[in-house]
RNA sequence: ACGGUUGCCUUCAUCGCCUCACGCAAGUGGGGAGGAAAGUCCGGACAGCUCAGAGUGCCGUACUCCUCGAAAGGGAGAACCAUCAAACGUGAUGGGAUAGAAAGUGCUAUAGAAAUUUAAACCGCCGAUGGCUCGUAAGAGCACAGGUAAGGCUGAAAAGGUGGAGUAAGAGCCCACCAGUGGUGGAGUGAUCCACCAGCUUAGGUAAACCUUGCGGGCUGCAAGACCAUGUAAACUAGUGCUUGAGAGCUGCUCGCUCGAUGCUAGAGGGUAGGUCGCAUUAGAUCAAUGAUGAAGCUCGGUGUUGUUUAUUCAACAACGGGAACAGAAUCCGGCUUACACCGUAAAU
RNA sequence: GGCCUUGUAGCUCAACUGGAUAGAGCAUCGCAUUACGGAUGCGAAGGUUUGGGGUUCGAAUCCCUACAGGGUCA
């Protein structure tokens, strides 16, 4: 089912204050060109492995109209490639929270951010949840 | 400069986001950013603070009339300033927070004899009157007493200006006109303007310096505020107080009012910080929604080919590149300011 | 979202109550010294006082406005 259909719903966002600080604090930390991305492990009652967050920061970006550009792109590449991830995970396993940050200078274009993304998930794939 | 218009160029397809309705569910259907949503410069609604009370402070504001729910918004007018045209009437355009400097205080550098109140020390002018010297005398000289404020090249500003009369020299001392002040009358809703009369020339500038006067404002702002949930330490130390009263009620202070004893203040610590409402007339959340890809059409750009033209002109076709500016709602509304693509009008180049 | 606050040489700061030509240290450049460099000495350059407008005889300073930073709140 999630081949066909590659949705990005409201509880699949990282919306909590708690786990987003923590993630800032504790979370490992993974670099694709301009995206910076930090991981932990996470809980949360939904069927999906991962809870996903993007920011841009507010001093690289004075307008709020590149900002939401910006993160508008990486949530779309996520949600295209996001898919792969789902093999062989099923309800129950443990789960994570992702947080995506964008440190370039200049606005992306879709395909180099689908790259980057790409990228980041093959590293995710490497590096499997651990257990605890 | 003024006015206007559209707003990922449009349509379709696939995938997707927020929200509402229906549905057990899968899903189906409806709605989904701006003129400035921005800056937060004004104002209002709304909410809480005890009634939103009094005094004082503080803040804001400042020509007049009208208008708007209100405002520093809009309209019309008055005086002033600048520029241009003028030529002795004035007119046109533009500008500004435009009350009071005759209640008081402060400041006014440099320059200048002197810079703000008994002006007169200095350079000057005079020396009529008194004094001294010379001379028979008329008179001459001295510059001692004294008179005077016209002149002293500065300065943003020099204590009314110009002209006359007057004098030893001079002075609003006197006169005429002008300016200023006060009064009366008239015109106008009013700011203000016009005329006449009076006596006085006393009074530089600065209030976007303090200040005075008039008017306005209680304070804080949706992170206001209400509720639910979660969690801890009603513990420790020091001070203070217990109805004859410490303190609190977020207001600058005082009064008044209300509350007030497992209290209050300080120190060092412990813990929570999640959600609902507030919150939207059909945008609407709470890490915060409008996107991605493809195709076609339209349009713009330069390039190439062909035809055409006086022409670097016009047209057709082809592949390529682009779809633009400023910019993204978070309680709502009105105004202002700033940013900006295109079209129209006017002016200039 | 609301409310405060600050902008001066490349950097860090001065400039009294509005007064003259906006100063100082570090950095930069030149010269001297040295075999060369450093250090030292002498000298120079560097400013639309964030932009625009206003008040005043006079503005870095006062007022308005725009822009760019910084802080704070339950």
């Keep these: 089912m999630g081949q066909s259909r590659n949705t990005f719903g409201k509880n699949e966002r990282l919306k ?6 923590r993630a800032f ?3 490992e930390k993974l670099k694709a060109a301009s995206i910076l991305v930090r991981y932990t492990h996470s809980s949360f009652d ?12 507010k001093r690289r ?3 709020a109209v590149d900002r939401n550009r910006i993160k508008r792109l990486l949530r779309e590449a ?4 996001k898919h792969r991830l789902l093999v062989g ?9 992702l947080v995506f940050i964008y440190i370039g200078r200049e606005i992306p274009t ?7 993304i ?3 998930i093959d590293v995710l794939i490497d590096d499997p949840i651990e257990k605890s």
Excluded: H, M
């Excluded at 995970?89 to 929270?97: F, H, I, L, N, V």
């Design 16 to 21: 909590s204050v708690i786990v987003l600080d």
């Design 25 to 27: 604090a504790e979370g």
């Design 89 to 97: 995970w099923s309800a129950g396993d443990p789960q994570r929270a």
């Design 110 to 116: 879709f395909e180099a951010c689908q790259n980057n």
């Design 78 to 81: 996520w949600r295209l490639e």
């Design 46 to 57: 939904a069927p999906f492995p991962y809870q996903v967050a993007t920011t841009v920061s």
């Design 118 to 120: 790409r990228k980041i």
């Design 61 to 63: 970006f004075k307008r």
